[in-house]
């Protein structure tokens, strides 16, 4: 059973950064595309940046210049590094990943349990 593990979140002060980590356990075949989303209670999860196997990568518009998504394939892991940060980007943070588990199998989503990222005013 694959489950994606992510690292990183934390209380921080506006201006401050923090980086966020994800990476999947059990057994993967292939990664295709990785990306982070957020919500915050009464909304919608909402994309903030992703990054395909190519690493062509995409933002939200919110995010631009501040936030930046890479990936290590050889550890299948996605970095989200987050710089000046303020309070609207305060939000459970999820780890999304497009992958498959075997060389036969089809390429299925998983999603993370989340991490909280709180930005103080």
């Known amino acids: 059973q694959v489950q994606l593990v992510e690292s990183g979140g934390g209380l921080v002060q506006a201006g401050g950064s923090l980086r966020l980590s994800c990476a999947p356990s059990g057994s993967i075949f292939r990664i295709n595309s990785m990306g982070w989303y957020r919500q915050t209670p009464g909304n919608e999860r909402e994309l903030v940046a992703s990054?395909?196997?190519?690493?062509?990568?995409n933002y939200a518009e919110s995010v631009k210049g501040r936030f930046t998504i890479s990936r290590d394939n050889a550890k299948n892991t996605v970095y989200l590094q987050m710089n000046g940060l303020k309070p609207e980007d305060t939000a459970v943070y999820y780890c999304?990943?497009?992958?498959?588990?075997?060389?036969?199998?089809?390429?299925?989503?998983?999603w993370g349990q989340g991490t909280q990222v709180t930005v103080s005013s």
């Open positions: 999304h990943s497009n992958l498959r588990t075997t060389a036969w199998g089809t390429f299925n989503g998983y």
């Open positions: 990054i395909d196997s190519l690493g062509s990568t």
